[in-house]
């Protein structure tokens, strides 16, 4: 089974906490670097031929639309919590848009969650 891999975009240029638990979870993270990194989470999947994109920003939205209308990628935002993003994951969503949550279990549940649904 091939790694998976997760693209992750934070308005403020964060991200590294979720990358860490991205990667206890056995995938490979991308942080994206840069404040406004969340807008550029489309592209960047697309360049790494990603399985999941996170995005990060006040709304949870404005990287997550943006990836969904220039890629097609199927997309849930506006998520405020962990659970929601698994749910998400669960129903074949590819990109997540959540507001500003750096957590390290967000990454993990998020990586296993997929790895458990691809199976």
Same mark, same amino acid.
């Given at each position: 089974?091939?790694?998976?891999? =997760? =693209? &992750? #975009?934070? /308005? %403020? #240029?964060k991200g590294q906490n979720v990358a860490k638990g991205v990667e206890a979870a056995g995938g490979k993270a991308i942080v994206i670097? #840069? =404040?406004g990194a969340d807008m /550029? %989470?489309?592209? &960047?999947m697309k360049e790494e031929n990603a399985d999941l994109g996170i995005s990060f920003c006040g709304s949870g939205g404005a990287g997550a639309i943006t990836a969904q209308t220039k890629y097609g990628y199927p997309a849930h935002y506006g998520m405020r919590s962990i659970d929601e993003g698994v749910t998400a994951v669960k129903e074949g969503k590819r990109v997540l848009g959540f507001g500003f949550m750096d957590v390290e279990e967000l990454g993990k549940r998020i990586t296993e969650a997929y790895m458990k649904a691809r199976v």
């Open positions: 089974m091939t790694q998976v891999v =997760v =693209v &992750i #975009g934070d /308005r %403020l #240029g670097n #840069g =404040v /550029r %989470l489309g592209d &960047i």
